[in-house]
């Protein structure tokens, strides 16, 4: 049989494909011809277009968490594997080795500020990018409960984006912190999650807005990072 | 991850889409987030059945993932692509299964059944989904009550058209007909719609 010229009867297929009642053979036949035949592709998915939203008829159902992690299991998706593998990486330790000459520089302001009484700073860290290029300046304030991070470069974010602060401890999983802002500063609660004594640095990645969905830990890219110093 | 603040902006969407093709996981996600709990509905809808619905939910995602490279946006809009794989998963999942699934006569779910039968008294516009399925909604509103229902008993259950005139109870001629006619109706009414 040749479609080809015949405008209905290629409409009424191509609409019963995408429908479903179009079956059995005809069917096979029917996709047959859509592998050489681009003008039969296009006005199928054309149809396409016009009777496949009827599934958002459908009342919207949230599915189980479990679903997201098994996708993400199979996919590979999961951050696990490649945030301990940073973390242990030589280069990273050496890094921040790097950046410890910018680290004391920032010490003796620091230590200057606690001649004015104001707030009594427990730790700091000075967080920088991949070029050791400090970005950030986070100091724990145990006077006022407070961890306070202020941006000293340039940290873009994009708009559908979230800058998120860990504790990464020695082992087990890094603790969300909270999130940041592009500029400016960000005061967040000063908590045991930050406190611990396991906590060897601080880190910032880039995450979903709203933070990172993953209750594990961070999900996107480490951006900055820097020794969590105890004063 | 808010359930009751889906984005149905298609551009966005396909922003995601696009970078899901470019194995950009975090887009994924935020892909995910924004469509899962409707194409989840959806998926349920067609299988009823919980364990069955998660099941073609993970594998729809898992082709979208891998998929996504070959995904153009010219021949069709995120939403659409997404559901085909879905309903095309959801019933591989059910000729898997030994399960049946069971047929209701009633093929929508309440509020938007409720807009098909009577827009005016439940606004097409104040449904939760795209502009593509309002204009859908709108039009099929315009179809003949058994008519709708045999569209949707077909696209939904994956029927013959002698297994919707066996469900219905008519002549499969008379399916013929009908499917014929009212898939012509959709197509002049989206047309019109589309026309500026």
């Not at chain 1, 302001?109 to 860290?125: E, G, K, N």
């Not at chain 2, 299988?47 to 998929?67: P, S, T, Y």
């Not at chain 2, 995904?71 to 939403?79: D, F, G, W």
């Not at chain 2, 003949?144 to 008519?170: C, K, N």
Request: hydrophobic fraction near 45%; charged fraction near 20%; charge should be neutral.
């Amino acid at each position: 049989m040749n479609i080809r010229g015949n405008d209905v009867l290629r409409q009424k297929l191509a609409s019963e494909y995408v429908l479903g009642t179009l079956k059995g053979g005809a069917r096979r036949r029917f996709e047959g011809w859509l592998h050489n035949d681009a003008d039969l592709r296009h006005i199928t998915a054309e149809w396409r277009q016009r009777l496949e939203p009827m599934a958002e008829f459908a009342t919207p159902v949230t599915p189980p968490r479990r679903v997201w992690r098994q996708i993400e299991q199979r996919l590979h998706l999961s951050p696990q594997g490649g945030w301990s593998l940073w973390r242990d990486s030589l280069s990273f330790w050496r890094s921040l080795g790097m950046a410890s000459s910018a680290l004391a520089a920032l010490l003796v302001v620091v230590m200057a500020m606690r001649l004015f009484d104001a707030p009594q700073i427990a730790y700091v860290a000075s967080l920088t990018d991949e070029k050791s290029q400090a970005v950030m300046l986070a100091t724990a304030d145990s006077r006022h409960g407070a961890l306070e991070v202020r941006m000293v470069g340039n940290a873009p974010v994009p708009s559908d984006r979230d800058l998120e602060l860990w504790a990464v401890p020695k082992s087990g999983n890094p603790r969300s912190l909270g999130l940041l802002a592009d500029k400016g500063s960000v005061k967040l609660a000063l908590t045991e999650r930050a406190l611990g004594s396991d906590v060897a640095l601080l880190a910032v990645t880039l995450e979903p807005k709203g933070g990172s969905p993953d209750p594990n830990g961070p999900t996107g890219p480490v951006l900055y990072k820097g020794n969590w110093v105890k004063l | 991850m808010s359930p009751d603040a889906p984005t149905f902006d298609p551009q966005q969407l396909k922003a995601w889409l696009l970078a899901a093709g470019k194995r950009d996981a975090v887009a994924f996600r935020q892909l995910y987030n924004a469509t899962s709990s409707k194409l989840f509905g959806f998926a349920l809808r067609i299988l009823h059945k919980q364990e069955l619905a998660e099941e073609a939910l993970q594998e729809g995602f898992v082709a979208i993932w891998n998929n996504a490279a070959t995904y153009q946006s010219h021949l069709a809009a995120p939403m659409t692509w997404m559901a085909t794989i879905v309903r095309n998963k959801a019933f591989d999942v059910l000729r898997r299964s030994d399960d049946t699934v069971e047929i209701d006569a009633e093929q929508f779910d309440g509020e938007v059944m409720n807009a098909l039968k009577d827009p005016q008294a439940t606004p097409i516009e104040a449904l939760q989904m795209s502009g593509d399925a309002k204009a859908l909604a709108y039009c099929m509103s315009a179809l003949e009550g058994l008519h709708r229902q045999v569209i949707a008993l077909a696209y939904y259950h994956d029927l013959s058209h002698s297994e919707v005139a066996q469900q219905m109870a008519l002549p499969i001629g008379t399916v013929k007909t009908w499917i014929r006619r009212s898939l012509e109706r959709l197509r002049t009414c989206l047309a019109k719609r589309e026309a500026p």
